[in-house]
């Protein structure tokens, strides 16, 4: 029987709906979803980590990279983006007191952005967005001018008056052949999750940026305590999420002679309360975890201690990566 939704959060709708959005793809389209061995360093050698609404995680026994294999091509893909009830509900339904919250969230990003800058000693004349949303991020990126230009590439519609702000409404391989000068920072939050080929997506960051300019992202990390315990329950595993980084997989990616890495932090702050939630919910055994079922009954201080720790030690749910071009 299906649950009202009037008894269920924003966050827990949007998932409900998507979940049956998911196995209605699969359902439809799974004979021609194809599989692949690791798509960053290529080894065959993989073990199942999860299966999620019809879907199957692959774990890559060398670089650790979480992939969906059998996997959707674009095609598919696109049916499901333009087909989600899911996603539509996102849209369309936010709450103004989500949306305040997550105010935070671009102003960090304009904070990391600028940290490494500084780091870099890159340029400051140009700015490329790859996926740029509503254009938050550039909203708070003009009212500090930190970039002489600003250029978002964003295939959904997407009006702003943010003065020298370039909107280019087409995909991100076709503003690589469209654009004439290259950028000093290049940013992609929370899209390299999204791709199904991540080197040559990378690849194509490189050939728009300037000489010693800098790639920005961020991302889920699969090597995080919360997604290693959780598995299919964790929300960060979903359809659309089809390659899934930890460090060791982030290091592959950028490893060779193009790039260098500059910084890698998980700095999240809810891991400990949704691990929590998860323990006291049923979806968390931890009888043989004495030690965390400690800290998930514990007070705050002790919760707040131990998240801090995770952040430190490159296990919390949410990567940030700054890397630069050689």
Known sequence: MEIKSEILSFEERVMQLCEQDTRKMVLQFHDQFRSTSCP?????????????????????????????????????????FKNSAGLKYWREEMPAD???????????????????MEKSHCGKYRFLEIGAGNGELAQLLG??????????????PLELNIPKCEVMHCTFSEAGQLLQIKANVVAAFEVLEHINDPGNFIDQVYGLLDKDGVFILSTPNIESLE?????????????DHVRLFGPTSIQELFSGDKWEILDMRTPGSKDVRTLA??????????????????????????????????????????????????
């Open 143 to 156: 009212k500090r001018e930190l970039f002489e230009s600003i250029v978002l590439v964003e295939p959904q």
């Open 227 to 239: 997604i290693e315990l959780l598995k299919g329950h964790s929300p960060t595993l979903m359809f």
């Open 98 to 116: 989500f949306v305040l919250s997550r105010e935070t969230i671009y102003s960090d990003r304009v904070d990391y952005i600028e940290d490494m």
């Open 277 to 326: 939630s998860a323990y006291f919910s049923g979806n968390l055994d931890l009888t043989d975890n004495p030690a965390l079922k400690f800290v998930c009954e514990a007070e705050g201080s002790i919760q707040d201690a131990f998240q801090k720790y995770i952040s430190r030690t490159l296990q919390s749910s949410h990567m940030k990566i700054a890397v630069r071009k050689r």
């Open 40 to 80: 960053v360093c290529f080894s065959g050698h993989s073990t199942l980590f999860a299966n999620k609404w019809d879907l199957q995680y692959q774990r890559c026994e060398s670089c650790r990279l979480i992939y969906l294999s059998p996997f959707p091509e674009e095609e598919i893909r696109n049916w499901y």
